[in-house]
T-cell receptor
Framework: NAGVTQTPKFQVLKTGQSMTLQCAQDMNHEYMSWYRQDPGMGLRLIHYSVGAGITDQGEVPNGYNVSRSTTEDFPLRLLSAAPSQTSVYFC?????????????FGQGTRLTVV | GENVEQHPSTLSVQEGDSAVIKCTYSDSASNYFPWYKQELGKRPQLIIDIRSNVGEKKDQRIAVTLNKTAKHFSLHITETQPEDSAVYFCAALGTSGSARQLTFGSGTQLTVLP
């Protein structure tokens, strides 16, 4: 029972490079989301999706793109990395798009942009 | 959108004492309030949640109270143990865009001293 799987766990990028953080869930959850976690700021929502083909912006979407071509996968793309994007990134999924059920988190990706 | 404030940011208690963490929210339409525990280097995990149709919920040593009129909710941990040491996040489910979104507080670092 894998739950929510994120890859990679650690990544170092140079300013201006691009990369994709992968997220997959095997629980057939409708709702998937990406958060970034910075010291003293909690978890801030970047983008979310309520189902395949549907995405929307969260609190801090600038510099990030997402797509949801299948129920299982929700990748996060950084088009041109900046030092301000150094953070820990968590993908999460919930059973219902109304989100009033438990959010299951992936193990996180620690990203450093130099 | 929803705004969640959490206090205190750090809390130290002696083993066996109680710990209380408080959160306030701004969106009167919010009706779901989960609490997550994050151990060092791990992913956040749900420990308890409450919906707006109840005022209190208990699960062994953990309880959550909700005051909808004042728009605040609290986490109570009794008989604290060293394994309770972690960062605790409150969250509130607000309404924005095409779906509802969880907004997290900034977190409380709880340290239980043996």
């Amino acid at each position: 029972n894998a739950g929510v799987t994120q890859t990679p766990k650690f990544q170092v990028l140079k300013t201006g490079q691009s990369m994709t953080l992968q997220c997959a869930q095997d629980m057939n959850h409708e709702y998937m989301s990406w958060y970034r976690q910075d010291p003293g700021m909690g978890l801030r929502l970047i983008h979310y999706s309520v189902g395949a083909g549907i995405t929307d912006q969260g609190e801090v979407p600038n510099g990030y793109n997402v797509s949801r071509s299948t129920t299982e996968d929700f990748p996060l793309r950084l088009l041109s990395a900046a030092p301000s994007q150094t953070s820990v990134y968590f993908c999460a999924s919930s059973y219902s798009k109304t989100v009033n059920t438990e959010a299951f988190f992936g193990q996180g990706t620690r990203l450093t942009v130099v | 959108g929803e705004n969640v404030e959490q206090h205190p940011s750090t809390l130290s208690v002696q083993e066996g004492d109680s710990a209380v963490i408080k959160c306030t929210y701004s969106d009167s339409a919010s009706n779901y309030f989960p609490w997550y525990k994050q151990e060092l280097g791990k992913r956040p995990q749900l420990i308890i949640d409450i919906r707006s149709n109840v005022g209190e919920k208990k699960d062994q040593r953990i309880a959550v109270t909700l005051n909808k009129t004042a728009k605040h909710f609290s986490l109570h941990i009794t008989e604290t143990q060293p394994e309770d040491s972690a960062v605790y996040f409150c969250a509130a489910l607000g309404t924005s865009g095409s779906a509802r979104q969880l907004t997290f507080g900034s977190g409380t670092q709880l340290t239980v001293l043996p």
